[in-house]
């Protein structure tokens, strides 16, 4: 709800405090939540460490949006050193979920 400002003032620090509740007890969709909002630097200090720490445990549970930014985060070298195979293989798994923005990346980083 404060993420959102439903029913409340949207507050993206208490956001981020609720999300990371329900992170650590494993819920894929917060997972993925907090490390978007550490990522962008959304209600938390902009940490791309602590953005792949959060995708990883939300992609390790199957979430493809998840795999796709671990992908990502491996590419462009954010949070972790720049890696194209470890980029492609998580594209991959995203992939073969169904996740079309990783289809792309993963065509687009062949194609390099």
């Known amino acids: 709800m404060y993420d959102q400002g439903r029913g409340t003032a949207k507050d993206e620090t208490e956001a981020a405090r609720w999300f990371t509740k329900a992170a650590v007890q494993k819920r894929p969709d917060a997972q993925y939540r907090l490390g978007e ?5 959304t209600g938390v200090q ?9 995708y990883l445990a939300a992609a390790r549970q199957g979430r493809p949006e998840a795999e796709y930014k671990v992908g990502y985060l491996y590419e ?13 293989e998580w ?3 995203s ?3 169904g996740y079309p923005f990783a289809t792309e990346a993963m065509k687009a980083l062949l194609e390099q």
């Open 37 to 41: 909002m550490y990522e962008q630097g």
């Open 46 to 54: 902009q940490d791309y460490f602590s953005a792949l720490s959060w």
């Open 76 to 88: 462009k070298g954010l949070g972790i050193a720049a890696s194209k195979s470890e980029a492609l």
């Open 91 to 93: 594209y991959r798994k």
């Open 95 to 97: 992939s073969a979920l």
